[in-house]
């Protein structure tokens, strides 16, 4: 690799980015992701990198803290049970030391206090208050020896379900994890409820598991890449920023955004409100060379990212399919950028994402070059990247009125996140993690599309409920 070379064009995206800057933190160094998008070659960066000059508190962070928008919306949800986690099975041939395992969670929880989390109803809505270390549990730890039973997957998927419904939001710990011993290997199972974890911050943990686990087998202390800010002082601040000035320069794009004619898409049954007792997942997948073209060559036709490509191809196929031209879609974004001045996130676990509304309008008489421009003229107006419409909706002081679009298709690309286990040498289970929510609880999405990049090769995941469509 040399300095000219284009950080987009090997392959990088928006979470990559939180990673560069992450890497560069550790080493005494501040760059901005919005710089990073803006000058993606080496050569360009380097006049905009800095020396860290402020200092963030290492010790313990706890007491209460704000909710963030995309908790508040988890609230506003009625999620049955509370029970909404976010859960990675892991595999490894040689036995894992449980009690390492055991040494190991409790530095990494005391390190990224938002996972010692616990949500208390008071007054008929939800405060955060984050626990120190000494005031309960901080996570908890099954062991299953199946060392001499044959068949586990049906057993491991039942003990796996028993651990996934067992979390308590009020009471803690919201971190659970079971070690299945198997005649293969072990399989490590991590449950974190959703509240206090998404998919950047798993990529955190997945560095400092393996890190960790391979300085204490080392017979070294455990050494951990120091804190940026905590997400304790990012939600204060994000709260004071929903109340300023700067926030409602957005007010008149969402208001907008939020008249647009939303029509229905057509169903095989018309059950309208379905739970997820259900749900049934379609995948599409591509072979590596279509997902290395996708990744490194399509962009440079027209400038693109991977997700103005995605989001064409999906307006694209629900045009053909219902006829509708704008096609309104919630969007998950990584919900870390740069709105709060001075405020480093790249290393802070918590649960950021970034929730909103687009439109992707469709002209089925022009050619496919330009509908690719126009959905991606149409995202790149969208302000910071959509943080500011959950800012608006759940946090703002003003009355808004914003809140009222309900999409009914969901789309989230998750990115390349098989290089971050191959880089810190771990490996996804095949076997089942559990249910990661209650099958009572309502759907939220008629269609929910998650993307993702494992094993050089992109899959498109499309979930929906039986009870609305034939498969």
């Known amino acids: ?29 501040k760059v901005e992701m919005t710089h990073l998008l803006k000058y993606p070659t080496i050569a360009e960066l380097s006049h905009h990198v ?100 044959e068949n586990v997957e049906s057993i491991i998927e039942d003990k796996a379900n028993l651990i996934q419904s067992s979390i308590d939001i009020a009471k803690g710990p919201l971190v659970k994890l079971g070690l299945f011993q198997c ?12 509240l206090v974890v998404d998919m950047v911050s798993w990529r955190i943990l997945f560095e400092d598991l393996a890190t960790g686990y391979k300085q204490l087998k080392n017979g070294k202390p455990i050494h951990l890449p120091p804190k940026t800010d905590s997400y304790k002082q990012w939600s204060t601040l994000l709260f004071d920023y929903a109340q300023g000035s700067e926030i409602e320069k957005e007010r008149t794009y969402w208001n907008q955004i939020e008249q647009v004619q939303h029509l229905p898409l057509p169903r095989d049954h018309e059950n309208m409100i379905p739970t997820n007792e259900n749900n049934h997942i379609i995948t599409v997948k591509w072979n590596e060379q279509e997902t290395e073209q996708l990744l490194k060559k399509t962009n440079k036709s027209y400038n693109t990212e991977i997700n103005d490509l995605l989001l064409t191809a999906l307006g694209l196929a629900v045009y053909k399919w219902t006829g509708i031209k704008d096609v309104i879609v919630n969007l998950e974004g990584h919900g870390r950028e740069t709105i709060l001045s001075g405020l480093d996130i790249t290393r802070t676990v918590g649960w950021f994402t970034s ?21 991606k003229e149409g995202l790149r107006k969208i302000p910071n990247k959509g ?20 999409p009914e298709i969901s789309f989230n690309y998750l990115g390349q996140f098989d290089q971050d286990l191959i880089r810190n040498d771990l490996e996804i289970s095949s ?41």
């Open 1 to 29: 690799l040399g300095v000219l070379d284009n950080f987009y064009e090997l392959g990088g995206d928006s979470i990559k980015s939180i990673q560069v800057s992450s890497i560069l933190f550790q080493l005494g160094y």
């Open 50 to 149: 800095y020396p860290i000059t402020n200092t963030i508190e290492q010790g313990e962070i706890k007491g209460n803290a704000s909710l963030t928008p995309i908790q508040s919306w988890f609230f506003k949800k009625n999620f049955v049970d509370n029970y909404f986690n976010q859960a990675m099975m892991l595999y490894s041939f040689e036995r894992f030391d449980a009690s390492l395992l055991e040494k190991l969670m409790k530095k990494i929880i005391t390190h990224h206090d938002a996972l010692r989390s616990v949500f208390i109803r008071q007054n008929n809505q939800y405060e955060v208050r984050i626990r120190g270390n000494e005031e309960g549990p901080l996570f908890s730890l099954e062991l299953f020896d199946l060392k001499n039973v």
């Open 183 to 194: 005649a293969d290997g072990d399989h490590l199972l991590i449950v974190i409820h959703h």
């Open 355 to 375: 929730q909103y509304p687009v439109i992707l309008q469709i002209n089925p008489n022009q050619s496919l070059s330009n509908n690719i421009k126009t959905v």
């Open 387 to 406: 943080i500011g419409y959950g800012i608006l909706r759940y946090l703002s002081q003003k009355q808004s009125g914003i809140g009222k679009l309900n």
């Open 431 to 471: 076997l089942s993690s559990g249910s990661i929510i209650s099958k009572q609880t309502n759907r939220e999405y008629v269609l929910n599309i998650n993307g993702f990049v494992q094993n050089g090769k992109l899959s498109l995941m499309i979930e929906y409920s039986r009870d609305q469509y034939e498969t």
